[in-house]
């Protein structure tokens, strides 16, 4: 099974700046939209951020202007800078990228594990 490798949650006070990271195994191409989602306990699961192939991202309303997404893609990376950190942030965040394997050509999604973010008063 892929599995995308996640890093850079922990915890940090308010006001405070993570950097989050996801990187795509090396068999993967044709590499589409890339983001990352999050959810709290007790919540569903939302949309943080997405950047397509021309760099072009979205955010949900609750993080724009704190929050950055970015990739790489010679390394078939995406980061999150999130900066000015609330409380309310704190929640596990997933990535998510859109892509082909050896082993399905289509493209699919692909989850990472997911990593912790928590962000005290």
């Known amino acids: 099974q892929v599995r995308l490798v996640e890093s850079g949650g922990g915890l940090v006070q308010a006001g405070g700046s993570l950097r989050l990271s996801c990187a795509a195994p090396?068999?993967?191409?044709?590499?589409?939209?890339m983001g990352w989602y999050r959810q709290a306990p007790g919540q569903q699961r939302e949309l943080v951020a997405e950047?397509?192939?021309?760099?072009?991202?979205k955010y949900t309303e609750f993080v724009k202007g704190r929050f950055t997404i970015s990739r790489d893609n010679p390394e078939n990376t995406v980061y999150l800078q999130m900066n000015s950190l609330k409380p309310e942030d704190t929640a596990v965040y997933y990535c998510?990228?859109?892509?082909?394997?050896?082993?399905?050509?289509?493209?699919?999604?692909?989850w990472g594990q997911g990593t912790q973010v928590t962000v005290s008063s």
């Open positions: 950047i397509d192939r021309d760099d072009s991202p």
């Open positions: 998510k990228i859109v892509g082909s394997t050896w082993y399905k050509e289509i493209p699919s999604e692909y």
């Open positions: 090396r068999n993967m191409w044709r590499i589409s939209v």
